[in-house]
């Protein structure tokens, strides 16, 4: 006689702890599995769900929040260049330089990952945002 398969292996250790018991004490022991509704998964459903139960989120989600974050240091850095000298100037402009490339950069993993196209970010355009950051600071200028 052949060994047994992994199929029938697993088949026989699932009927022996359900035979012991072991699955009685389960959260929804009897009921249906709750439906998790994502309309972006489709065949990939089963494998966000198993994902999201290990604490982990899908490539592209980790890609998203990363460029949330680089946003957020844009932005904070737009704000304290409306508070600033312009001897901070150059400080403020490699520091936006290096937010807005990393910024695009998470953006170009978002973009080629997510499964579809609602998902993408649009890509920030260095020269417009030092030209938000030089006005900022020449409107801070201008007041004082």
């Known amino acids: ?9 697993a088949e026989r250790l699932i009927r022996e702890a359900q035979e012991r018991g072991e699955f009685q004490d389960l959260p929804l022991h009897g009921k249906p599995l709750p439906r998790r509704e ?11 769900d198993l994902l999201q139960d290990a604490g982990v989120s899908p490539p592209w989600i980790e890609a998203d929040k990363e460029a949330r974050s680089w946003l957020d240091r844009r932005d904070a ?23 807005v490339n990393r910024y695009n950069a998470a ?12 998902q993408h970010r649009v890509r920030l355009v260095l020269r417009g945002e030092l030209e938000t950051l030089h006005r900022a600071i020449d409107d801070h200028r201008d007041r004082n």
Not at 1 to 6: H, I
Not at 38 to 48: D, G, K, S, T, V
Not at 77 to 99: F, G, K, Q, S, V
Not at 107 to 118: D, G, I, K, L, W
């Open 77 to 99: 850095l737009l704000a304290t260049a409306r508070n600033t000298t312009p001897a901070m100037r150059r400080t403020l402009e490699r520091d936006l330089t290096i937010a």
């Open 107 to 118: 953006v170009e993993r978002v973009n080629a990952e997510a499964p579809t196209p609602r």
């Open 38 to 48: 994502n309309p972006y998964a489709r065949e990939m459903a089963l494998a966000y």
């Open 1 to 9: 006689m052949a060994a047994p398969g992994w199929e029938g292996i």
